[in-house]
């Protein structure tokens, strides 16, 4: 008789757990239709629980780019990474999908009183024109080099006033070019008043949005635009520099290369804001796979936002486990 009172029980847990987990309904529901009480119900539902009885699986499109994510976070370089979709044949859009997450990702958290620095390029431009914001924000904006002027998404100061003007914030530019023609002439640059007050302010940011460039892509990078770069592409190459980072070349293992160019930046060092809690880097495409992988080695941003595609070969590139 005692086993058949457990059966019983477990017949009616059974049914209770696939009205309430599977039909979705309620427990008031499912007293009323088993004529049992709400605390008889709650007590089935949580011992059903206990013995194993229920399992809730989770499948949305969205399942493999956490998966992604996870394995971009696990290896301990990242605190965060946040992997949009990839767009086949469409980089464009695809840089696009990543600004706009990147931008909720960058908002999740900004308070009042945040010291937001920002370097130039492509993604942190697509970043500021796809941003949108529900409030303002008291906060300040600030660059982390100098200005390139011929390519709007190398105007760092324009990409400053825009991103201030979005989130109601204040701006603070630095007139100089990134490119100083001497050291001589960089030193004097870094020395003026006027660009030392705001690269100390940038020093002491509590949130980075930096881009990471490509010296190999066309177009990905600030010395497109700087006068010996043609000349210098196959050189900096054969030299071991894969990557642009806050302006500054850098080499497959994440350290800034001892190049005569990194000595002319008017820019503060990646080093130099590694104690700002968020450096938030933004890049997307085959391109930037080694970028990515250089800037991650030398522990130069806390999260990263990039495409699915990118980050798998991200992925594979430094030898953690695909999604």
């Known amino acids: ?130 941003l949108k914001s529900v409030r303002t924000y008291d906060v300040k904006v600030v660059p982390l080099t100098g200005g390139v002027q011929g390519k709007f998404f190398t105007d760092v100061n324009n990409l400053v006033s825009k991103l201030a003007a979005k989130l109601g914030g204040q701006a603070l530019v630095v007139h100089a070019p990134l490119f100083a023609e001497s050291r001589k002439q960089r ?8 660009i030392r007050e705001v690269f100390d302010l940038s020093r002491r940011a509590t949130v980075a949005l930096v881009g990471i460039g490509s010296i190999l892509a066309t177009g990905s990078s600030y010395y497109d635009l700087h006068p010996q770069a043609q000349q210098e592409r196959e050189r900096l190459v054969k030299k071991g520099v894969v990557a642009e980072f806050m302006a500054h070349l850098i080499q497959e293992d994440g350290k800034i290369a001892d190049l005569a160019l990194n000595r002319l930046l008017v820019a503060i060092e990646p080093g130099e804001i590694a104690r700002c809690p968020r450096i938030i880097g933004v890049a997307a495409g085959e391109t930037k796979v080694r970028p990515i992988s250089a800037a991650l080695t030398g522990g130069y941003i806390t999260s990263l936002v990039t495409d699915e595609d990118t980050a798998q070969q991200v992925l594979k590139l430094r030898g953690e486990v695909q999604a």
Not at 49 to 56: A, D, E, N, P
Not at 94 to 106: D, M
Not at 187 to 194: E, H, N, V
């Open 1 to 130: 008789m005692e086993e058949m009172d457990d059966l019983e029980a477990l017949r009616q847990m059974h049914t209770v757990l696939v009205l309430h987990f599977i039909e979705g309904e309620t427990q008031a529901d499912i007293a009323e239709k088993l004529k049992l009480s709400k605390s008889k119900v709650n007590r089935l539902i949580a011992e059903g629980r206990r013995l194993g009885m229920v399992r809730i699986s989770i499948e949305t499109p969205f399942q493999r780019l956490v998966v992604v994510e996870s394995a971009l976070t696990a290896s301990g370089s990242l605190q965060a990474a946040v992997v949009a979709p990839t767009i086949a044949g469409n980089p464009e859009l695809t840089l696009r999908q990543v600004s706009i997450v990147a931008g909720y990702h960058f908002l999740d958290g900004l308070k009042d009183g945040d010291v937001i620095a920002i370097t130039g390029g492509k993604a942190v431009a697509e970043f500021v024109e796809n």
């Open 187 to 194: 030193d004097m640059l870094m020395d003026m008043a006027s």
